[in-house]
């Protein structure tokens, strides 16, 4: 195989201190569908999920950390760490340009990011909602979006 049919560019997503373990499970479903090549949590860990019905943590890496230093230090050489959060310096969805290479984090619907993580992230990102959505759901907007800009 030639170097010039290799596919540049990769993501992967993850939870900090996700609320419950079916929204892990339903990302990480996402996540195969939507082609990351890596999935992971920070803080607390989940161990299969009933909503993984697909089986990603058996088909992509997973990797747990065990708070967000530890996480940023393992970021990908080269890769752009988004944030997924309702906040003022978030950009739209519908106006961001994914980076290549990059790596998504989301705060659970309770608690949104911690403020290291909104200071640490390359980008912010949010929706056109007044309020939280599911995490799962957000990962999943996400993602969808990322496939559909990088296919025009």
Known sequence: MKVDNLKQGFFGIGIQNGKTPEN????????????????????????????????????????????????????PK???L????LDDRAVPLETFEHPKKCVYLLGAEDHGLPKKALEKAHHLVKFNTTLSINVAVAGSIV?????????L
Do not use: C
């Not at 993602?143 to 296919?151: A, P, Q, T």
């Open 24 to 75: 892990l499970g339903v990302l990480w479903r996402s996540a195969q569908n939507m082609g990351a090549s890596y999935i992971f949590t920070i803080g607390k860990r989940y161990a299969k999920q009933a909503s993984d019905t697909h089986k990603a943590t058996g088909a992509m890496p997973y990797f747990h950390y065990k708070d967000f230093d530890e996480f940023y230090k393992q970021l």
């Open 78 to 80: 080269g890769a752009m």
């Open 82 to 85: 988004v944030g997924v959060e």
């Open 143 to 151: 993602m969808y979006d990322r496939n559909l800009k990088s296919s």
